[in-house]
């Protein structure tokens, strides 16, 4: 956990000799504790202040990298409990379990529909990030005959399950450019996964039953040289496994407790997918960084990427689209022209309802700082003087052989001032976008 300005103070020589360029020690602590200045600019720090400042400014929980280039998964360096403390900035790496059960064409099968889980959304791509190799059948040759199918078969990366410490060797030398994250899924062969993750330069999973157990392990790994873990609760009681989580994060980011400050993953235990989505979207609500699933059928991966994504979202910045005009459908001159903000949600929904009546129409987004209508109304950020300057500038006079712009229902205050300002003929349209295939189809 970050010390406070008065912590690093405590351990600063406070004879105020101003060599560092501050007035006062103090001066100086403040400076440091808000990452203007760095420790070093202080001559006069003792060794074994400077271990505990640095310690302190490590991050509380480990940041954790699987797979290489564009696609990697970056997991952990989190720093808040909740995320409207400050946000939350790795999302979690959803992924699939493939065992080596299946049949050659039932794996490419299954890692095609995985492949394919891929989704547009608020003008974002959401999808998913991993495959879990398991070695379910015990058998070596099945095992590292199902890795090297997966190599050719997916661009996603790649989680190695075996307690085989041979199997796992031998797997990690087809895959270890693609740097997966290696489990052993027993305890027996903790320190041959130990040993295969130093050799390969690999991120591995601890697992335990309890957090102390966890916590030994840890430390015993990090005194062998590993510095990347991901950490799995062995807990049968869902709620018992969630308090955990809650625990792991808490003792991590409050109490500094270093042995827990790793990533988290769970594996789902539902198997009516139904039960199991509802499972998935607690792990990502309760800190997990990775979740490992059985179903891969769409309707159920949706949903769930859609809550990863809202909350991962960075609260402070509602997810815009750019202020400018969007044509939809056939626009000609007469097409009718729509203001709106250029909240994403806001933006989709009312470019949804468009395109579901048929209606080519223009959509301008103006730029209300990602706010919805309402919102952005009472914020005086989508006011009369906002809509006209973005009729002048986005270049819709040129577009249209009319000045009729529509403007939400709820924001039909605006329409005298706006007139008034822009020179257009401000029509009101429906307070929610779902009246607008009615609104557009009786427009002239
Ligand atoms: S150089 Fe070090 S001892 Fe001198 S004022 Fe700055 S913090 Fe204090």
Known sequence: MALSGL?????????????????????????????????????????QARLALESSSQPPIKLVTIGTGESKLELGNETVMFRHEQKFYHPTGIGFLVEDTLSQDELKNRLSKINDLKFERVGQIIKVDLVALKNSS??????????????EATKLNIILISSNADALKEACTIVKDRR????????????????????????????????????????????????????????????????????????????????????????????????????????????ANIVILKNIDKDFVFPLLVV???????????????????????????????????????????????????????????????????????????????????LKKCGIEGMVSHKKVVIPGYVAVLSGKLEELSGWTVEVGPREASGLPAFLKGWK
């Open 7 to 47: 912590d690093i103070y405590k351990l600063l020589p406070k004879t105020n000799c101003k060599e560092c360029g501050y007035a006062t020690c103090l001066a100086f602590a403040m400076a440091l504790a808000q990452k203007k200045v760095s420790l070093d600019k202080c001559p006069h720090v003792t060794a």
């Open 308 to 390: 990863r994504q809202d909350i991962y979202t960075d609260p402070q910045k509602p997810v815009q689209v750019e202020p400018k005009v969007y044509e939809i459908g056939h626009v000609t001159k007469e097409s009718p022209v729509i203001a709106t903000t250029n909240f994403s949600i806001t933006y989709f929904t009312v470019a949804g309802e468009v395109e579901g009546s048929k209606v080519p129409t223009y959509i301008i987004s103006c730029d209300a700082e990602g706010m919805s209508v309402l919102t952005a109304w009472a914020a005086e950020k989508f006011t009369a003087e906002k809509i006209a300057d973005t």
């Open 138 to 151: 015990q058998d070596k040759a099945k095992f590292i005959s199902m890795v090297k199918t997966a190599v």
């Open 180 to 287: 997966p994250l290696i489990m052993a899924g027993s305890k027996d062969v903790f320190d041959s996964l130990v040993t295969i993750a130093k050799e390969n330069n690999l991120p591995l999973v601890v697992e335990g039953q309890s957090l102390e157990e966890i916590a030994v392990s840890t430390e015993k790994a990090k005194s062998q040289g590993i510095e990347e873990m991901v950490l799995y609760i062995k807990e049968d009681v869902l709620s018992k496994k969630f308090q955990k989580f809650t625990l792991a994060r808490r003792s991590a980011l409050k109490k500094n407790t270093r042995p827990l400050g790793y990533p988290l993953i769970a594996f789902t235990t539902q198997e009516e997918p139904e039960r199991e989505l509802e499972e998935a979207i607690s792990y990502v609500t309760r800190y």
